[in-house]
């Protein structure tokens, strides 16, 4: 006969380990997915900066429009990264707030 965990644990110990199992950290998710958003814009413009060209990368350009500052070049890859840094931080905070409000209270 095989034992799981929930055998072991008391009723109160379950609840205890599930409440924080299953809640999203959302500083945890925003910082994650801040890294992934910051550090993909950072390798595309820094792909594209070495690539070189007359017009490298006229597509990835055009998010000067929506991150002021930004433009493929070495600064413009460090300034992309803060920029898509700071909107990956929201939307994984947003992310993981709405994911917690969904599951509910766990007690």
């Given at each position: 006969m095989q034992?799981?965990?929930?055998?072991?644990?008391?009723?109160?110990?379950?609840?205890?380990?599930?409440?924080?199992?299953?809640?999203?950290?959302?500083?945890?998710?925003?910082?994650?997915?801040?890294?992934?958003?910051?550090?993909?814009l950072f390798l595309a413009t820094a792909a594209l900066v070495i690539k070189g060209g007359p017009n490298p990368g006229p597509h990835l350009g055009l998010l000067s429009i929506y991150f002021p500052g930004y433009s493929i070049t070495w600064l413009g890859a460090f300034v992309g990264f803060v920029y898509a840094f700071v909107l990956g931080y929201a939307v994984g905070r947003t992310v993981a707030t709405i994911y917690n409000r969904l599951i509910g209270p766990l007690t």
């Open positions: 034992m799981n965990m929930a055998d072991q644990l008391t009723p109160q110990e379950v609840r205890a380990l599930r409440q924080v199992v299953l809640k999203a950290t959302e500083q945890g998710w925003g910082i994650a997915i801040g890294l992934l958003f910051g550090v993909g």
